[in-house]
């Protein structure tokens, strides 16, 4: 029997929950999770919950069943968490991983400590995805689940470019094309396509972006009052910080938004060098060695200046 089907064996209500803001693989994963559940254990009673997920996955199946509202009652005996590093992570969902009878985690996080009552984290998979795959029975994944998997692994390797990507990313990857699903299209539309606002966000960042550090690091910051002017928010950032990275001679890039005063959303970003996911972990997030993000406070001027000094240091201890 697969992972999914044992610890469903004789229960009847599931919920799946990931990450705030969640991108391609936490979407990716809830929703292929909720579709294995739906297509072979439909006795279970499985919801998904997330913050506000883009519309550019609106083609998943069961995209429109996601809850965005936390319920009066946090009440499913099985709670599956998902691309979350931490508890934390869960946001205002996290109810139901304190009051269900059996949780598990689901994860390939680095700095994830396993706050699962059973817990799968492979920090070398290329995504929480791929991960998923291994802990499926091949022949039941649909069509549906399938494009659900690829989504994500799309997403968290940059279409199989970071170095996130192995062999097996790649098999996997090609089984789930056989199963029929339009692999260029979920590329196209999901993952390059901008709205125009995106666009112009991603436009203004650049040309704001300052190069630091003798031209290894950059970084650029899009603050509230622009996010307003724009109609952008949260969901419209994601890519920016690769584009950034992608700047020749660039080791390693930084991307901040601001939440609100003082508060910004970090994103970080590294080439070959930097390890960014101590550095996010530092500042109480996390993420991967080439990818990692924290929330921070204060100026601009002290956030960066916080950040480039870990950063300075790995890159003289080489
Ligand atoms: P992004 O920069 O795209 O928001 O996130 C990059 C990676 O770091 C993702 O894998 C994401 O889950 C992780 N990450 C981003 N922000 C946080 C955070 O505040 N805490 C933790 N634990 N992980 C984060
Ligand atoms: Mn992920």
Redesign the pocket.
């Known amino acids: 029997m697969g992972f999914f089907e044992t610890i469903l064996k004789n229960r009847k209500t599931a919920v799946v929950l990931g990450?705030?803001?969640p991108?391609g693989?936490?979407v990716g994963s809830c929703l292929a999770v909720c579709n294995y559940i739906v297509d072979n254990c439909p006795e279970v009673d499985v919801k998904v919950y997330l913050d506000e997920p883009a519309d550019k996955f609106a083609y998943l199946r069961g995209f429109d069943r996601i809850h965005t509202e936390v319920p009066e009652q946090f009440s499913a005996q099985v709670c599956i968490c998902l691309?979350?590093?931490?508890k934390?992570?869960l946001g205002r969902f996290g109810g139901f991983l304190e009051s269900a009878e059996f949780s598990v985690c689901v994860d390939h996080?680095i700095?994830n400590t396993g706050y699962g009552m059973e817990n799968r984290i492979q920090p070398d998979a290329s995504s929480t995805c791929e991960v998923l795959f291994g802990l499926m029975e091949e022949e039941k994944i649909s069509r549906e689940t399938a494009e659900c998997l690829y989504t994500g692994m799309v997403h968290?390797t940059g279409v199989f470019q970071y170095s996130n990507t192995s062999e097996k990313t790649m098999e996997i990857a090609g089984k789930l094309m056989a199963k029929g699903i339009p692999y260029s299209t979920i590329i196209s539309e999901s993952f390059y396509q901008k709205t125009y606002v995106q666009n112009q966000i991603l436009g203004r960042a650049l040309l704001e972006s300052v190069l630091f550090c003798d031209g290894q690091c950059i970084f650029s910051v899009i603050r509230k009052k622009d996010m307003d002017f724009y109609g952008a928010d949260s969901r419209d950032m994601?890519g920016i910080?690769e584009q950034l990275r992608n700047t020749k001679g660039v080791e390693c890039a930084i991307f901040l938004y601001e939440k609100q005063f003082q508060e910004f959303?970090?994103?970080?970003?590294s080439k070959n060098r930097v390890d960014v996911?101590k550095i996010?972990s530092y500042f109480?997030?996390?993420?991967?060695i080439r990818?990692?993000?924290?929330?921070m406070n204060g100026s601009i001027y002290d956030v960066i200046n916080n950040l480039s000094a870990h950063i300075v240091k790995q890159l003289k201890e080489e």
Request: a negative charge.
């Open positions: 990450h705030l803001n991108d693989d936490c691309d979350s590093g931490d934390e992570r996080h700095t968290d994601d910080v959303k970090v994103s970080m970003r996911s996010a109480g997030g996390g993420g991967h990818a990692a993000g924290c929330t």
